[in-house]
């Protein structure tokens, strides 16, 4: 259980990925408009004993559709303010969305796997101690960005090859958020 070897309190942070994690990936597109977004099943609940138990909560997010031209800032900003109230309905809370409108080949400081967003977040929120903070993310990206910031790492995914493979990346590993929520006592 994460939560013998971690004292987990209200001093933690949680960064958790967005697509995913929280809500249903679409494969090979981007989620343009609210119709689209759908919660992954116990995300709601998850996110409500998080709130209980982390200082602070934030979702860091790459969103190339927008680079791409696929969507406007305006239709990410709509399906955020959906997100968060159905989040807040749910009696979570997210303090900040940071996201990452450019393409991949722009390689820029504020796209995943480089850590951009994890600064935006301490320069707004200077409590934040990285080593006190974890980064929750399905993909390998994610776990680059964890260990780049100096946070512990949760990979929520169940392909055991890609686990295997990136374990010096890995600290603990879930099948979803509900179960990583459930370690955490």
Do not use: C
Request: aromatic share 10%; glycine share 8%.
């Amino acid at each position: 259980m994460i939560s013998n070897y971690l004292d987990i309190d209200s001093s933690w942070s949680l960064f958790l990925d967005r697509d995913g994690v929280i809500n249903k990936r679409i494969v090979g597109d981007y989620i343009k408009q609210w119709e689209e977004f759908e919660f992954l099943p116990g995300v709601l609940n998850a996110i409500q004993h998080f709130t209980e138990l982390f200082g602070k909560l934030f979702i860091v997010t790459n969103q190339q559709g927008i680079g791409k031209g696929l969507m406007l800032e305006t239709d990410l900003e709509s399906i955020h303010e959906k997100m968060m109230q159905e989040i807040r309905q749910h009696g979570g809370h997210i303090n900040k969305i940071y996201h990452s409108p450019y393409k991949a080949e722009e390689n820029s400081v504020f796209r995943k796997p480089n850590i951009g967003l994890a600064r935006k977040a301490k320069i707004d929120f200077p409590i934040i101690e990285f080593d006190k903070s974890i980064m929750a993310g399905d993909s390998i990206s994610d776990m680059q960005f964890g260990k780049s910031a100096g946070m512990i790492t949760v990979f929520i995914n169940t392909d055991k090859e890609l686990i295997n493979e990136n374990k010096e990346l890995i600290d603990y590993s879930f099948p979803d958020l509900k179960s990583f929520a459930k370690t955490l006592k």
